[in-house]
């Protein structure tokens, strides 16, 4: 009936901290839960002596008080002012995760019932399992093939959904070597409890016996898995090589503005170019009405997606990878641009 | 304490009451008393609350061990029933349904509901919603969790989403029609000298639950419609593969679902300001705070739900602000407590079982609502969120907190509702092992959680297995502390001592009135002289 061991010999009562905000996070966490534990312990205290002093005997009645609207500020305002300090903590640790490093290695994860398939850069890639080195930020951008899902690693303190239809994002900066778990933290149907994995953090040294092991099959890195991609769904007849105009060149295209046929204008990040290869009627740019491109949904997985990005961001070589844009004035794609745009990518 | 025109004999053995004016299965399922409507829901919620406890027993036993022992398609079926049950079908119509309905008339002064036949409507359509919800839990059950969160809901799950999808639209209008009479009564139907700022603070407090009931349930109908619209017929609402936003589904839904667990312990705190009180021998300490603290809570109950998403990708302004409002709305639930404990100050204490339930009750909400502390914090919430924290916190408040204010109220008015007194040693007993068994079963989840442990789980690693025995060995200690009052309060009714009009020696005008009551409550409509809780004046009267 038990594990292999006595269950209480592998006892753990609080997580490691591996990575920076696991430890800012436990400062704060420990913060709330010395407040609450004062707060408990004198609330205790109160209801054990009033029940011991004020407990009825026969001679000694109660007496009938009102109250005291001086207690009743001070013990709504002071409490208050103190839940201010969690607040203002806990927003800053919070706004600081949103914004990771620029240097920071991206990461793609793609959750589906019930694993998770995790791309790296180098092209290689992994099921439920996720090697980093020590001491270096990592960004996780990530979607859902189908329903919600959520991305998390408890010894880092991070933790994310994962939608279907949309990317997500949280990054960490592991400090310890170790072998740790990675769960789906949203219930996504019968083997949620099944879509766990490892996320191993290695040395520096370790890291790089990794990476020249090829533990994880590379087939070309991810830029070159994405152009290959690209070439077989037909995607350079148009984007490429045509020379009529028919499509928005995808040179230079990455992060840039892109003004819209209706209108707005819109910046060509990650975001942008996934909806307008599954699909293109959503934003059409200006001057490529109506639309011809053919929808690619279904067709290709959310892992094909992250290759083509990948591809379609080295076409902008000098952009860093974020999802922040430029502000720079609209680049206004129009049908007589005949910009050349064939070097080197010929089939 | 008010003064009746004329004086109300002592009990007499063989009086006319409510329960023996009339026999006849007809005059109870046509009936448009109040106290026999309540009871009519006391012995549904009560059947509801075991088929939603059996559940918990089973997947806690599911949780022994690391591999799980039920397959996973039954292990999200039971934890998806349990939290459909509970919170549906027992938690949000309790103390309302079943407390309240009794005493808000005979509290203010009347001699029933605003509507009796919409009150006795109400019973139906919560008898109509448990009946689908039973349906689709013997047809196989539903796996989505009580929350339905889509596209799992409305694509992808082979689960019977529609019929409990429509079991809870049914139950929500019996919430609604119920929260709708307490606020109409208790505006248009208080007794002459009856103010506003006389009432008793569990007519506070269940008014302000109906308010949220009113303005919140037709929310989760709407909610439950879409799902149900987008299930049959493929819109697109919240699958995004056809354009729908499976986000929009988490807003309709936490904006019913967050004042929703407010609908679920307000009601018990104005539970807890009667017993305490009452055990006291001392007026309620600061009884303005704690009327204008429920009618805060109500308020700011709307304008949190977001805190339900802060990992799910609206925008961080957004969880910014629900961050803010909900540190807010924990500002409230404090004074009460405080209050509370200062009511105790300078009074005369005793011991009986329901001043048992407010000890319990004070020190679980305490704990209960200090971590929902950790959670409203953004940066701890992204630790714990969708973890065994969670899963602690709400049933410190649920279970710790309104299951026990519950029972402390059952035990309290028992004698006035049935006339009998239930056997003390037992009472006594039962709730030391309802503390215990609780504490047990809860607190190494908080442990759990902040460890990572994800909810919904069939199967966990194996370090788990100590915290997770723990627990499951709580739950069953906790839930022999629930059958022993069942089989007591039964007992009670045949063989229990008669109680007389005033057990307690309490102030309130239920308390003038024999026990049982007579159908229409009162004589004569009383006239109300006095504030509440005048224990002052009582203790002369009652020397």
Not at chain 1, 239 to 268: F, S
Not at chain 2, 48 to 64: D, E, Q
Request: charged share 10%; with cysteine.
């Amino acid at each position: 009936m038990w594990a292999s061991s006595f269950p209480f010999a592998d006892l753990q009562l609080f997580p490691v901290a591996a990575s920076k905000q696991a430890t800012q996070i436990d400062q704060l966490y420990w913060f709330i839960t010395a407040v609450s534990a004062v707060m408990t312990l004198l609330i205790f205290a109160c209801l054990l002596a009033f029940a011991w002093k004020y407990r009825r005997r026969v001679q000694v009645e109660s007496t009938q008080i009102e109250g005291s609207t001086k207690l009743e500020l001070t013990w709504s305002i002071l409490p208050f002012l103190v839940m201010l300090i969690m607040f203002a903590w806990g927003a800053q640790l919070f706004f600081a995760a949103q914004n990771p490093p620029k240097d920071a290695m991206e990461i793609f994860v793609t959750g589906k019932q019930w694993m998770w398939k995790v791309q790296y850069p180098n092209g290689g890639s992994e099921i439920n399992a996720l090697h980093v080195p020590v001491n270096q930020a990592v960004k996780l951008t990530m979607a859902s093939e189908d329903v919600i899902h959520s991305f998390s690693i408890p010894v880092f303190r991070v933790r994310h959904d994962v939608m279907p239809g949309h990317y997500n994002s949280l990054w960490f900066t592991p400090t310890k070597p170790g072998h740790y778990h990675l769960f789906c933290t949203e219930y996504c149907g019968m083997e949620h409890s099944g879509m766990v994995g490892w996320v191993d953090v290695l040395n520096d040294r370790d890291y790089a016996n990794w990476l020249a092991g090829g533990g994880t099959g590379t087939a070309g890195s991810l830029v070159e898995q994405g152009r290959s991609i690209f070439m077989q769904n037909g995607c350079s007849t148009c984007h490429l090589q045509d020379q009529q105009g028919r499509c928005p060149v995808l040179r230079g295209l990455y992060n840039k503005p892109v003004q819209l046929a209706d209108g707005r204008t819109v910046i060509a990040d990650d975001a942008y170019i996934r909806e307008s290869i599954l699909e293109p009627n959503a934003k059409i740019a200006a001057g490529f009405q109506p639309n011809i491109m053919p929808v690619y949904k279904g067709q290709l997985t959310e892992a094909n997606v992250i290759q083509l990005i990948a591809y379609i961001r080295s076409l902008s070589p000098n952009e860093p990878a974020s999802q922040q844009g430029d502000q720079q004035r609209p680049v206004v794609i129009a049908p007589t641009d005949a910009n050349s745009s064939n070097s080197g990518t010929s089939r | 304490m008010a003064t009746i025109a004329h004086e109300i004999p002592q009990v007499a053995p063989e009086e006319v009451n409510y329960l023996n004016v009339e026999h006849g299965w007809k005059s109870w399922l046509l009936t448009t008393d109040h106290k026999r409507i309540a009871m009519l829901y006391l012995f549904s919620i009560t059947a509801m609350f075991f088929v939603g406890g059996l559940m918990a027993v089973l997947f806690r036993i599911n949780l022994l061990q690391p591999e799980g022992i039920f397959s996973p398609e039954t292990y999200n079926r039971l934890f998806s029933m349990h939290g459909i049950v509970m919170v549906f079908l027992f938690l949000v119509p309790s103390i309302p349904a079943t407390l309240a309905n009794f005493l808000i008339p005979i509290m203010v002064g009347a001699k029933d509901l605003a509507f009796p036949r919409v009150n006795l409507l109400s019973w139906y359509l919560y008898i109509a919603g448990a009946a689908f919800t039973l349906y689709a839990i013997v047809r196989g059950g539903v796996d989505t969790g009580w929350t339905f969160y889509a596209p799992y809901s409305s694509t992808y799950s082979n689960s019977y989403v529609l019929a409990a999808a429509m079991g809870i639209f049914i139950a929500g209008f019996s919430s609604i029609l119920t929260g709708l009479n307490f606020i109409v009564t208790v505006h248009k139907m208080r007794a002459p000298g009856m103010t506003w700022g006389r009432l008793p603070l569990f007519v506070w407090s269940n008014y302000a639950t109906g308010l949220i009931q009113v303005l919140g349930t037709p929310v989760l109908a709407i909610t439950m419609l879409l799902l149900a619209f987008e299930r049959i017929a493929h819109v697109g609402i919240f699958d995004p593969n056809i354009g729908g936003d499976p986000i929009l589904f988490q807003h309709l839904f936490w904006f019913y679902s967050h004042p929703a667990v407010y609908i679920m312990i307000l009601p018990g705190m104005g539970v807890i300001s009667e017993i305490v009180s009452c055990f006291s021998k001392k007026r309620i300490f600061g009884y303005n705070f704690v009327a204008f603290s429920s009618m805060a809570i109500a308020v700011l109950s709307f304008v949190v739900w977001g805190h339900h998403m802060f990992v799910t990708g609206e925008s961080v302004y957004t969880g910014l602000a629900f961050s803010f409002l909900s540190f807010m709305v924990a500002v409230p639930s404090a004074i009460k407590v405080f209050n509370w404990t200062a009511t105790m100050y300078k009074g005369s204490i005793s011991f009986d079982t329901p001043m048992l339930y407010v000890f319990g009750f004070i020190g679980l909400f305490t704990i209960g609502g200090l971590t929902g502390l950790h959670l409203a914090t953004l940066a701890t919430d992204v630790a714990t969120h969708g973890t065994y924290f969670v899963v602690a916190h709400f049933h410190y408040v649920m279970v710790g907190g309104m299951v026990m204010a519950f029972l402390g109220g059952l035990h309290f008015w028992w004698p006035k509702m049935t006339g009998r007194l239930y056997p003390e040693g037992w009472s006594k007993f039962s709730a030391l092992i309802i503390f215990i068994g609780f504490n047990l079963t809860f607190f190494p989840q908080f442990i759990l959680g902040y460890l990572g442990m994800p909810r919904r789980y069939q199967s966990y690693p194996p370090e788990f297995q100590a915290l997770n025995v723990l627990s499951s060995a709580g739950a069953s200690i906790l839930g022999i502390g629930y059958l022993i009052p069942m089989i007591y309060f039964v007992w009670s009714w045949k063989y229990g001592p008669k109680a007389g009009s005033n057990p307690w020696g309490a102030a309130g005008l239920e308390w003038q009135i024999q026990s049982p009551p007579t159908t229409f409550n009162f004589d004569e409509t009383p006239i109300v002289k006095e504030e509440a809780y005048n224990y002052g004046k009582l203790e002369e009267i009652l020397g």
